[in-house]
């Protein structure tokens, strides 16, 4: 079981996800829509491709950039595809 932590609040929790670079990626479908918000930001990996990013808010508090997802990820990430990973104080506990 995966599960992220903001403010006290979960923003992720599922027994399924990958781990790429030490980092826990969640499926789409176990986010918690109501505290992300779209971000501009986009960031280049040579071998994931291009990363999008989703600010977190809570309570009027926004964590910017908080969490990233691959919409798109080169065939040697496929298994990532729109999953999320956390970082910026976002806490992921396994």
């Keep these: 079981m995966a599960k992220a932590i ?5 923003l992720a929790d599922s027994p399924r996800y990958e781990m790429v670079e030490g980092n826990v990626y969640f499926p ?3 986010i918690d829509r109501r505290f ?3 971000s501009a ?5 040579h071998w994931k ?3 999008h990013y989703y600010s977190v808010a809570i309570d009027g ?5 908080a969490a990233w997802y691959y919409p798109e990820p ?3 990430a496929a298994q990532i595809k729109d999953y999320i990973a956390f970082w ?3 806490e992921v506990q396994l």
């Excluded at 508090?61 to 950039?65: G, Q, R, S």
């Design 88 to 90: 910026k104080g976002v």
């Design 61 to 65: 508090a926004e964590n910017k950039d």
């Design 6 to 10: 903001w403010k006290g609040r979960v």
């Design 41 to 45: 930001t986009t960031t280049q990996c």
């Design 74 to 76: 080169k065939p040697a």
């Design 49 to 51: 491709g291009t990363a």
């Design 28 to 30: 789409p479908d176990t």
């Design 36 to 38: 992300f918000k779209d």
